[in-house]
T-cell receptor, first 116, second 113 residues
Framework: AQSVAQPEDQVNVAEGNPLTVKCTYS??????LFWYVQYPNRGLQFLLK??????LVKGSYGFEAEFNKSQTSFHLKKPSALVSDSALYFCAVRETNTGTASKLTFGTGTRLQVTL | NAGVTQTPKFRVLKTGQSMTLLCAQD?????MYWYRQDPGMGLRLIHY???????AKGEVPDGYNVSRLKKQNFLLGLESAAPSQTSVYFCASNPVRGGSEAFFGQGTRLTVV
C-alpha cells in the first residue's frame, strides 16, 4: 500500500529565510508526487508535481521540490519565505501503475508559519 | 469555468439524521474522490469512482455510501449520521492520466450533534 509521511506538524521560519517542508513516501512502483497548499477555510490548491525527468521541479509562487529516489523523499523548498506563505501544506503520492485506480494518498500535513 | 463545486458548504445534523453531499465537476474528468479532513490526520479517502456508474471503497468507507449516476456528479450519503462523522469533506476530480493533478472543491463543513 502506498503511504506518505510528513514528519513535522509545524515549521517556523522567519520571512526572507529559506524554508523546507519534508515529505517521504512509500509505493511499490514508481511514484507521481504532488504538493498542495491549503489556506484557512479553503480547498486544496495544487503547487507542483513530479512525474518523470528532472529531479528538481518548479511550481507556483516560487516553490520548488526535489525528488530523491534513493531516499524516497520529495521535500518542498523556497529560497525566501513570505508571511503570505503561511498555510497548511500537503504532500501526496500516486502510483504510476494505474491498476490501483489512480488513488491519491495524502500525508497528514505540515503547518508553515512565517513570521516577520 | 466553475471547476469542482460542492453543495452545501455548511451543515449541522442531529445524530441519526441522513443527508447527501453533492459534488459537481465541469471538466469532464473520469476520476472523482471524496475525502474527509480531520485535525492531525490529513485527508483520508472515503470512496472514489473511476467512471460513471462505478464506485469503490477508500480507507474509511464505513457509514458512507456514494453514487456516480452521471459523469459530472459524485454524491456522498450519510444514512444515519454520528458525531464521529463531524468533519470537513472535500471532493476532488482528475483526468485519467496518472500524472495529472487533482482539482478540489471548497469543502463542506459538517457538524453532527
Amino acid at each position: 500500500a502506498q503511504s506518505v509521511a510528513q514528519p513535522e506538524d509545524q515549521v517556523n521560519v522567519a520571512e526572507g529565510n529559506p524554508l523546507t517542508v519534508k515529505c517521504t513516501y512509500s509505493v511499490s512502483g514508481n511514484p507521481y508526487l504532488f504538493w498542495y497548499v491549503q489556506y484557512p477555510n479553503r480547498g486544496l490548491q495544487f503547487l507542483l508535481k513530479y512525474i518523470t525527468g528532472d529531479n528538481l521541479v518548479k511550481g507556483s509562487y516560487g516553490f520548488e521540490a526535489e525528488f530523491n529516489k534513493s531516499q524516497t523523499s520529495f521535500h518542498l523548498k523556497k529560497p525566501s519565505a513570505l508571511v503570505s506563505d503561511s498555510a497548511l501544506y500537503f504532500c501526496a503520492v500516486r502510483e504510476t501503475n494505474t491498476g490501483t485506480a489512480s488513488k491519491l494518498t495524502f500525508g497528514t500535513g505540515t503547518r508553515l508559519q512565517v513570521t516577520l | 469555468n466553475a471547476g469542482v463545486t460542492q453543495t452545501p458548504k455548511f451543515r449541522v445534523l442531529k445524530t441519526g439524521q441522513s443527508m447527501t453531499l453533492l459534488c459537481a465537476q465541469d471538466m469532464n474528468h473520469e476520476y472523482m474522490y471524496w475525502y474527509r479532513q480531520d485535525p492531525g490526520m490529513g485527508l483520508r479517502l472515503i470512496h472514489y469512482s473511476v467512471g460513471e456508474g462505478t464506485t469503490a471503497k477508500g480507507e474509511v468507507p464505513d457509514g458512507y455510501n456514494v453514487s456516480r449516476l452521471k459523469k459530472q456528479n459524485f454524491l456522498l450519503g450519510l444514512e444515519s449520521a454520528a458525531p464521529s462523522q463531524t468533519s470537513v469533506y472535500f471532493c476532488a476530480s482528475n483526468p485519467v492520466r496518472g500524472g495529472s493533478e487533482a482539482f478540489f472543491g471548497q469543502g463542506t463543513r459538517l457538524t453532527v450533534v
